[in-house]
């Protein structure tokens, strides 16, 4: 009798918790999902774009870049960060950065313009931090020390 009670308990915790997730892993895509999939990583890449345009100390590096590209490939990139499916089909991040000579001010400057393209595009604290924390282990692909 104590056998099959410890079994019955022991089933009804283990339903209580894979119904709640706590043993599931969260989906690869949870990220991808937040930036509200394709069409929101789009819609970012957009608004992160124009507020380059509106940036004297940035839109120089910008100057004679193919801007179709350039957002093909952001949204390659943070589609394939965030766990989406897709495919990055750029260049590295070294050899895009490689000989433009960004400093660690304008690398900051550029946090800045995505954090406010992240609030523009309505992305929650939590998922503008999970972005960022995926954006900050690059700045040491992007900035070129002297």
């Known amino acids: 009798m104590k056998i099959i009670q410890s079994l019955s308990i022991t089933l009804y915790v ?7 997730g706590c043993l599931s892993p969260q989906p690869k895509d949870d ?14 890449v957009d608004i992160f774009i124009s507020e380059i345009g509106e940036s004297k100390e940035i839109r120089p590096y910008f100057e004679d870049t193919n801007l179709d590209r350039f957002r093909e490939k952001q949204i390659e990139h943070i589609c394939l960060l965030s766990g989406g499916p897709c495919t990055y089909t750029g260049d590295s991040i070294v050899d895009s950065h490689r ?3 960004v400093n660690e001010a304008d690398f900051n400057t550029l946090v800045d313009i995505t954090i406010r393209a992240m609030n523009k595009t309505g992305y929650s604290i939590a998922t ?5 924390a995926l954006i900050a282990p690059l700045r040491s692909e992007v900035i070129e020390i002297e």
Do not use: A
């Open 99 to 101: 000989g433009m000579g």
């Open 14 to 20: 283990t339903s209580i918790i894979l119904t709640t």
């Open 31 to 44: 990220l991808f999902q937040q930036l509200g999939g394709l069409p929101g990583i789009e819609r970012f």
């Open 128 to 132: 503008r931090n999970r972005m960022l």
